[in-house]
């Protein structure tokens, strides 16, 4: 115990980045929930320092450390056979093949689990926003009201947003994982909405960045009333950051390092919203043939 003790004390006075990256891995099993405390280092303004060192907030649990480590192991199992296997456990011949794919459908609250959602009240603002499942259990139902009363706190200039953001893929041992959806070229949705415009957000963490996650956005415009309808998105249509991106024959390189997906609402309209959400799923439509949505030049055109 005292060895673990003066290895939490070097390593929370190495900073909070070192902090991150050393305990994480190594006692992050062997740690309670309060672990999170340690990494944060926000704190309320006016609000008074605490006197007991952060490690003295940590509740140690070797029994659950015991089973995180046999679910992990489990998970690293599964991984191992899906690799071995096929991508996603599939036969290789299948999944080049494979035209559709469901991505998320809501039937329950496990479902939900999968999603997280913020607002602008984490700068100040007075958004609100929920999610739950809808009538019968056969949707998410994101709603909630939107405000774009800026915070009084001399420097935001602009609020009102609201947000639903999928968890991140991880794969055992808190490894990152990444979404593979290069042998698609389409988002496809089925929702219902009240008229209201949203973004669908694509964040990716592609091989040529120099930043963490580069977010592709579209707008998703829904028509309100009481009919589904069926959204197709070609990711072509993504917008695409000024840098231009790197491609292969047909898809964009970064379609294999999607780190998650999310919707955004900030049409500057104060006022109630909802959107319910059937499934978000994925399409190779063979009709679809085009390559760029916007217009394209030479880098270096001749004179």
Not at 48 to 61: G, L, M, R, V
Not at 82 to 95: A, E, R, V, W
Not at 264 to 290: S, W, Y
């Amino acid at each position: 115990m005292a060895l673990t003790v003066t290895f939490l004390n070097s390593a929370y006075l190495h900073g909070r980045c070192c902090r991150h990256k050393v305990l994480h891995p190594l006692l992050g099993p062997l740690l309670s929930d309060s672990v999170s405390k340690l990494y944060s280092s926000y704190r309320r303004p006016g609000s008074q320092p605490e006197k007991k060192p952060s490690w003295q907030n940590i509740d140690f649990s070797f029994k659950k450390g015991i089973d995180v480590l046999k679910t992990q192991l489990s998970m690293l199992k599964k991984e191992t056979k899906d690799y071995l296997i096929g991508p996603g456990g599939h036969p290789f011949s299948q999944y080049l093949l494979e035209q559709t794919r469901v991505l998320w459908e809501f039937r329950s609250q496990e479902d939900l689990n999968k999603w997280v959602i913020s607002s602008d009240v984490e700068i100040g603002g007075k958004s609100e926003v929920h999610l739950k499942l809808g009538r019968n259990n056969q949707a998410a139902l994101l709603y909630g009201t939107l405000n774009t009363e800026v915070p009084r706190d001399g420097e935001t200039k602009y609020s009102g947003y609201c947000s639903m953001r999928a968890k991140p893929p991880v794969g055992s041992f808190a490894r990152k994982k990444y979404y593979d959806w290069s042998n698609f070229n389409s988002l496809y949705l089925r929702v219902r909405g009240d008229g209201r415009p949203w973004m669908v957000n694509i964040y990716t963490d592609p091989y040529f960045s120099h930043q963490k996650d580069d977010l592709y956005n579209y707008f998703m415009f829904t028509r309100g009333g009481p009919y589904w309808e069926e959204i197709k998105i070609p990711f072509s249509k993504f917008f695409l950051s000024s840098r231009g991106r790197v491609q292969d024959d047909q898809h964009p390189i970064w379609l294999d390092k999607i780190s998650t997906l999310g919707f955004t609402i900030g049409d500057k309209v104060d006022g109630p919203f909802q959107l319910e959400i059937d499934f978000i799923g994925l399409l190779n439509d063979r009709a679809h043939t085009e390559e760029f949505a916007y217009e394209t030049y030479e880098k270096n055109p001749r004179a």
